[in-house]
């Protein structure tokens, strides 16, 4: 595969809103396979505005079809309990539209997907003949380890199908090393096998844009508004970032099912919070990130939290634009920041939270460039490539 020319094959690929374009993935796609059929569904209800759960057909990079896709009725708070239904409803469409596609003409070349439950519904599909082989992207893992038993159990639900997904697929493509070592040490996958690790890309400017701090400092959020992301790790040090920085001001990009706690959290605030909510357009999301100053990501160090496992896709948004981080250690990814002085690595400490904050204003030239060279070398254009190599 070459990385100027459009190859003459086309790609089934499913993914969970909103994170289907993360990375650009969905651009790299629609720029080098000549047809690409989306199914786009609604995992968390962020929004009113949110977009339903879509079907959209890329002919040559262009949308020649969209079709809303059956979403079943469910209020937050029951959401998560009726997943088992929930999947069973998002298995019938692709399995049902796949084979509407395929039927009258030849099975497309691949299935691609990111989540286990819908790469295992990709087998269904190479078996049924509607496509010819099947690439499972391994973004996750949820450790059967949480608080409430409905939770475990849906879990537990879902690494059964992780498990023949990762198995039977015919490339398997890891996100971090972390998820391809703790399928082997459970003896899912031969301790001798190698696996490429492919990461989430960037798509920086060639050019490092000028930034300079002001009497006013922009933090930014990005993400879904839920508890275990650590926002209110902001909220606990909001009366220490004030003594140092009364003007600061945090924008929060997203929605979620923890987006009214956190705006009560903001009236009680003793700094201005700016709630965007859900952003549709990725670019009016990109505008306000260059906006801003610095990117925040402070996980929650729970035995719980998926992001052990995960790749930050924010981080990774704000590098884009030379915003250096404050993180806490979580994920993979998090030493690269340290190492680079591209944002503080911290300790899930409010103190330390506002003395970050002081650490990257007072050299903030360095942090804000060595931020941009970091996603300098892990653009998507060049790296995306490995995920199909050799299938």
């Not at 990111?114 to 973004?139: C, D, E, M």
């Not at 639900?157 to 996100?175: G, T």
């Not at 911290?346 to 330390?352: C, G, K, M, T």
């Not at 653009?379 to 995920?387: G, H, P, S, V």
């Amino acid at each position: 595969m070459t990385k100027s020319r459009r190859i003459s094959q086309r790609v089934i690929y499913v993914n969970f809103a909103p994170y289907e374009n993360a990375g650009k993935i969905l651009d790299y796609l629609t720029k080098t396979f000549d047809r690409v059929v989306l199914f786009s569904f609604n995992f968390h209800r962020l929004s009113d505005k949110q977009p339903k759960s879509m079907l959209t057909v890329f002919d040559q990079g262009a949308i020649v079809q969209t079709r809303r896709l059956f979403q079943t009725p469910t209020s937050p708070s029951l959401a998560f309990i009726l997943l088992p239904i929930r999947s069973f409803v998002i298995f019938l469409q692709i399995v049902l539209h796949t084979w509407n596609i395929t039927h009258r003409d030849k099975p497309f070349d691949y299935f691609f997907s990111a989540n286990a439950f819908t790469a295992w519904t990709g087998n269904v599909i190479r078996s049924l003949g509607f496509v010819g082989k099947t690439i499972f992207w391994v973004w996750d893992y949820y450790p059967p380890v949480h608080e409430s038993k409905v939770v475990m159990f849906m879990r537990w639900l879902y690494w059964l199908f992780d498990k023949p997904a990762s198995i039977r697929s015919d490339r398997v493509v890891f996100l971090n090393r972390h998820l391809s070592e703790l399928r082997k040490n459970l003896g899912m996958l031969a301790k001798q096998s190698v696996y490429p690790i492919v990461e989430i890309g960037t798509y920086p400017p060639r050019v490092l844009p000028k930034k300079k701090i002001g009497k006013t400092v922009h933090l930014v959020y990005l993400g879904v508004l839920k508890r275990i992301q650590g926002l209110d790790l902001f909220f606990d040090a909001a009366h220490q970032i004030a003594s140092n920085f009364p003007n600061l001001v945090l924008h929060v990009v997203g929605g979620g099912p923890d987006e009214e706690y956190f705006k009560n959290r903001a009236r009680m605030c003793p700094l201005k919070v700016v709630f965007h909510g859900y952003v549709q357009k990725e670019s009016d999301v990109d505008k306000i990130i260059r906006y801003c100053d610095i990117g925040i990501a402070p996980y929650v160090p729970d035995k719980s939290n998926v992001m052990y496992y995960s790749d930050p896709s924010k981080i990774k948004r704000y590098l884009n634009f030379g915003l250096p981080v404050i993180t806490t250690d979580v994920f993979d990814f998090s030493s690269v920041i340290q190492k680079n002085q591209a944002g503080v690595l911290i300790p899930y400490s409010p103190l330390q939270f506002a003395k970050s904050i002081k650490t990257i204003v007072r050299k903030y030239a360095l942090y804000h460039r060595n931020s941009w060279k970091i996603a300098c070398t892990i653009q998507y254009k060049n790296i995306y490539k490995q995920i199909f190599d050799t299938v």
